[in-house]
C-alpha cells in the first residue's frame, strides 16, 4: 500500500519554530490534496491544515485551509520537486504537543474542500513542547 512518510518532529520550548516533512516514494503528492493532522494523548486526531492539488492547468495556485487552533502560526507548503509537502510550524506552544501526520486524499486532483477520505498514512513524527 502506498504510504506517506513524516519526519522532522522533536523536543522543543515554548515559542520555537518547527518543520515537519512528508514525502512519498510510491506516488507524487502534487496530483493530491495532502493534509496535515495531530493527535494528542487522550483526544482523537484533528486536522489541522491541507493543501489541495496542483490543478491540471496549474492556473489555480494550490489553495490551503487551516484549523482555527494553528493559523496565523503554521504555513502549509509543496515542494514539487522534491515530492514533499512541507508544515512550517512557529511561535510553538504547549497545547501543539501531539503526534503528526499526513494523509494523502484518496481522489486524485481533489481540492481541501472536496477530500472526503485521507488515506496512505505514515507512522508519524512527535512534536514535544515543554520548558
Known amino acids: 500500500q502506498a504510504q506517506l512518510v513524516e519526519s522532522g518532529g522533536a523536543s522543543v520550548q515554548p515559542g520555537n519554530s518547527l518543520t515537519l516533512s512528508c514525502t512519498s516514494r510510491?506516488?507524487?503528492?502534487?496530483?493530491?490534496?495532502i493534509g496535515w493532522f495531530r493527535q494528542a494523548p487522550g483526544k482523537e486526531r484533528e486536522r489541522i491544515a491541507c493543501i489541495s492539488s496542483r490543478d491540471e492547468d496549474d492556473i489555480r495556485s494550490s489553495s490551503t485551509d487551516y484549523a482555527a487552533s494553528v493559523k496565523g502560526r503554521f504555513t502549509i507548503s509543496r515542494d514539487d520537486e522534491k515530492n514533499t509537502v512541507y508544515l512550517q510550524m512557529d511561535n510553538l506552544a504547549p497545547g501543539d504537543t501531539a503526534v503528526y501526520y499526513c494523509?494523502?486524499?484518496?481522489?486524485?486532483?481533489?481540492?481541501?474542500?472536496?477530500?472526503?477520505?485521507?488515506?496512505?498514512w505514515g507512522p508519524g513524527t512527535q512534536v514535544t513542547i515543554s520548558s
Open positions: 494523509g494523502a486524499d484518496v481522489q486524485y486532483r481533489g481540492t481541501c474542500t472536496t477530500v472526503e477520505k485521507f488515506d496512505s
Open positions: 510510491d506516488f507524487t503528492l502534487e496530483y493530491y490534496a
